[in-house]
C-alpha cells in the first residue's frame, strides 16, 4: 500500500508540475552566436497556468538604455480585449506591469530596473491565485531578485496568446531594438532562489 501511495504522489507531482515551455533556450549571457530576427516569440499559458506561474526570460537593450525617452515593450496580448497584461518600460525609465480585467479593474506594478546598452537583464513575473479566485498574488524578479510583491483583482486565465519581446504597441516607439533571449514558462512558483538560478545561466 504505501508504494503505491508514493508512485500516485509522483504521478500527482508529474501532473501539477510539468516540464517548461522553453523558447531560445541557447541565448543567455555569453552567448556569441547568431540571434533569430524575430523581434518577438509567441507563447500560449495552458489551462493549468491559471492558478499559478512563472514568466521569465532575458532581454538585451541595443543602443539604448534609461535615458532613452521612448516606450519599451516586453510582453503583451497578442489579441485586443478588456483583459490585458503588458510588461513595459515607460518613457520615464520606469517599468510597469500592467493588469486590466476590464475598464473597472486595473491595478498595475512598478518598478525601476537598471537597464544598460548591450547588458543582459533577466525579468521574471510570478502568480499565485487566491484559491477563492478573487485575486492573484504576483512577484517581479530583476536579475534573481524579487523586488516587488502585489496582490491585484486579476486572474490569468483568458490568454489565447501572450507575445514576448520587442513589441511596439504605443508611441513614441524608441528607434533603438531590444534583443530577445531564453524564455521560460512555468506552471507553478518559483522561488526566489530558482529565478536566481534561471538569471545566472550563462553560457
Not at 2 to 25: C, D, E, F, G, N
Not at 151 to 166: A, H, K, Q, V
Amino acid at each position: 500500500m504505501k508504494k503505491i501511495t508514493v508512485l500516485a504522489s509522483a504521478v500527482l507531482s508529474i501532473v501539477l508540475y510539468a516540464a517548461p515551455q522553453i523558447l531560445r533556450p541557447e541565448i543567455v549571457p555569453g552567448f556569441s552566436g547568431n540571434v533569430p530576427q524575430l523581434k518577438y516569440e509567441k507563447i500560449t499559458p495552458a489551462p493549468e497556468y491559471n492558478a499559478a506561474g512563472t514568466l521569465a526570460f532575458f532581454l538585451r537593450p541595443e543602443g539604448w538604455d534609461n535615458s532613452d525617452n521612448a516606450w519599451h515593450f516586453f510582453c503583451n496580448n497578442s489579441k485586443a480585449g478588456d483583459k490585458t497584461l503588458m510588461i513595459y518600460r515607460f518613457a520615464n525609465g520606469d517599468t510597469r506591469i500592467l493588469l486590466k480585467k476590464d475598464k473597472n479593474n486595473l491595478a498595475d506594478i512598478i518598478a525601476k530596473i537598471p537597464f544598460a546598452n548591450g547588458k543582459w537583464t533577466h525579468i521574471a513575473l510570478s502568480w499565485q491565485e487566491k484559491a477563492d479566485k478573487s485575486a492573484t498574488v504576483f512577484s517581479l524578479f530583476v536579475d534573481g531578485k524579487k523586488v516587488k510583491t502585489k496582490f491585484c483583482r486579476f486572474t490569468m486565465d483568458g490568454f489565447p496568446e501572450l507575445r514576448i519581446g520587442d513589441v511596439p504597441t504605443w508611441r513614441p516607439y524608441s528607434k533603438f531594438n531590444t534583443t530577445l533571449g531564453r524564455i521560460e514558462l512555468h506552471n507553478k512558483v518559483l522561488s526566489e532562489a530558482e529565478v536566481a538560478e534561471l538569471a545566472n545561466l550563462k553560457k
